[in-house]
């Protein structure tokens, strides 16, 4: 099955779809990452604060798998964003990984606490080093993406954020497209909360999809690489399978209008001294 890429600016391609790895750990992650590559999946998303880079590492090492034929995202802590912070965080997550190089590294979280002017240097210095072959930027609004990318000398590739059926933020999608930023879907099922959505359960039985499949197949037609998750082998290869197939007009704009403006993680308050932020009063 041939996977829809996203041009990125370095001329790189970003696969539409990649595999999620958050909350998964040990011989989990291990498990559902091999299974995830015997199914097809060449993008693997995972991050710093996942705690499972150096199991994954292994995986592919053990992999009958290329390193140019994977693309493999990581992002930084926000606690970690000075610029020699982000300079070791990368540098800890490639060892973990057992690569050279990272094919797009992510500022994980905002940090009101640090100058977005020194994180996007580091990010600069890893790019101008080979480490980091694309840079962007994880749940930032458009806002803050304006700021980055004002004082960024390197393009910001990417900016992954919550997006699903229930939580669309045209605003932010808007902005994005408009400065040529790829959308990820983090959390694109709503951690499964959207699947009890009626519109999503009807489409499922009429196009005989599971529910993932409808909404990933929806946010994929919007034009959004999507990253979900998943430790069961069926559903990691139902996940996949999205391609050979597409929504009616009119039942996207049926998913379209389902928007609640309603997040399951991206919400306003902040635990600020958290592993996450670690800010201290």
């Given at each position: ?6 041009t990125?600016?370095?001329?790189d ?21 091999q299974?995830?590559l015997?199914t097809g ?14 199991e ?6 053990d ?15 926000a ?16 060892e ?10 992510l ?29 962007g930027?994880?749940?930032f609004?458009a ?34 497209e ?7 879907a983090?959390?694109?099922l709503?951690?499964t ?6 519109v999503?359960?009807?489409?499922a039985d ?13 946010a ?6 999507v ?24 039942d ?11 997040p ?10 958290s ?7």
């Open positions: 099955m041939t996977v829809p890429t996203k990125l600016p370095s001329g391609e970003l696969p539409m779809i990649g595999f999620g790895t958050w909350e998964l750990e040990g011989e989990t992650v291990q498990k559902s990452v299974a995830a015997e999946y060449t993008h693997i998303d995972t991050a710093e604060g996942y705690m499972n880079e150096a994954i590492g292994e995986t592919l090492a992999a009958d798998v290329d390193r140019d034929d994977l693309f493999l995202t990581s992002k930084v802590l606690k970690n964003l000075h610029y020699d912070d982000v300079i070791a965080s990368c540098r800890d997550s490639l973990k990984l057992g690569t050279d190089y990272l094919d797009l590294y500022i994980h979280w905002p940090n009101p606490a640090i100058s977005v002017r020194e994180t996007m240097h580091a990010m600069e210095t890893l790019h101008e080093e080979g480490l980091v072959r694309n840079v930027v994880s749940n609004s806002y803050q993406l304006s700021a980055a990318q004002h004082v960024s000398d390197v393009p910001i590739a990417v900016n992954q954020i919550e997006f699903h059926p229930w939580f669309q933020r045209p605003d932010l999608v808007e902005y994005c408009d400065t040529d930023t790829v959308l990820e983090a959390a694109p709503g951690r909360e959207v699947f009890e959505d009626e999503v359960q009807e489409l009429e196009y005989e999809k599971s529910p993932a499949q409808i909404v990933l197949r929806w994929i037609e919007r034009d959004v690489v990253l979900p998750r998943s430790t069961t082998p069926e559903h990691i290869a139902d996940n996949y399978a999205l391609f050979d197939w597409e929504l009616s007009s009119e996207r704009q049926r998913l379209d209008e389902r928007d609640r403006n309603e399951v993680y991206d919400t306003p308050a902040r635990d600020w001294e592993d996450v932020w670690g800010i201290p009063q």
